[in-house]
């Protein structure tokens, strides 16, 4: 059974930091993307950033270039997401997913994780 574990979310106050952690089980994950998706209440699920399998290819939403940082480690099957200078409008549940096309269209992922709540109070 594949699943996708994430962990990190919690209340910051604008300006803050959190980490978000994702740790993949239940298959290989080799040659696969990794991201992360958001869905604010009322909006539909949003792309964040996603990293190739080698790490070497990188992409991030406009709304959070030069804030976020995506990365990953293989050995412990998991990928990161580095959240600085947060703001009210970061709010949200973060979505972990996985898949050999990942893209920055929700419905490429092959697989979810079940969402950590990420709250940033002004």
């Known amino acids: 059974q594949v699943q996708l574990v994430e962990s990190g979310g919690g209340l910051v106050q604008a300006g803050g930091s959190l980490r978000l952690s994702c740790v993949a089980s239940g298959r290989t994950f080799t040659g696969y993307t990794m991201g992360w998706f958001r869905q604010a209440p009322g909006k539909e699920r949003e792309f964040v950033g996603r990293?190739?399998?080698?790490?070497?290819?990188?992409d991030y939403a406009d709304s959070v270039k030069g804030r976020f940082t995506i990365s990953r480690d293989n050995a412990k099957n998991t990928v990161y997401l580095q959240m600085n200078s947060l703001t009210p409008e970061d709010t949200a549940v973060y979505y972990c997913?996985?898949?050999?096309?990942?893209?920055?269209?929700?419905?490429?992922?092959?697989?979810w994780g079940q969402g950590t709540q990420v709250t940033v109070s002004s």
């Open positions: 997913a996985a898949g050999p096309l990942l893209s920055t269209a929700p419905a490429r992922a092959a697989y």
């Open positions: 990293i190739s399998w080698n790490g070497r290819i990188i």
